[in-house]
């Protein structure tokens, strides 16, 4: 499936949001599905960002996003954008707070302030939530 012209908006508006709110370049990590990729598109084209395809997300499972970010690290700001219900999945298991991702959902997260950036392991409760944002 591909994105209607409302989903296409709502994403560019949230490039926009996001925009004042990341450091640019962004790495953003997608599903090589074509919906995820024309979101990963869009943010891209508003946030200067670099888009990596990630063919295992589009049926992997929790452990796969996790090791995605470990092996990433704390060191880039980085977008994942994936599929349901892992996506709510991981957000749980990261902040501990239950939240529903509709598509076009972002939360941005942080390492807890007791973490270092080189021993944070991506445990339960690992991150804290600084926005919860719902497409418009």
């Not at 200067?48 to 049926?59: K, L």
């Not at 796969?64 to 880039?76: F, H, P, S, T, V």
């Amino acid at each position: 499936r591909i994105l209607t012209l409302n989903g296409k908006s709502a994403i560019a508006a949230l490039g926009n949001s996001l925009a004042s709110q990341v450091i640019s370049p962004v790495h953003i990590h997608c599903s090589a599905a074509k919906r995820t990729t024309e979101t990963a598109e869009i943010l891209a084209s508003r946030l200067s960002g670099i888009i990596y395809a990630n063919h295992g997300f589009y049926n992997g499972g929790l452990h796969d996003y996790l090791e995605l970010l470990r092996n990433i690290g704390l060191q880039k700001q980085v977008i994942l954008v994936g599929h349901n219900p892992v996506v709510t999945e991981l957000h749980y298991h990261l902040t501990g707070n239950w939240s529903v991702f509709m598509p076009g959902t972002c939360a941005i997260l942080t390492a807890a302030q007791d973490s270092a950036a080189d021993s944070i392991s991506f445990n339960a409760g690992s991150m804290q939530q600084h926005a919860l944002i719902h497409p418009a």
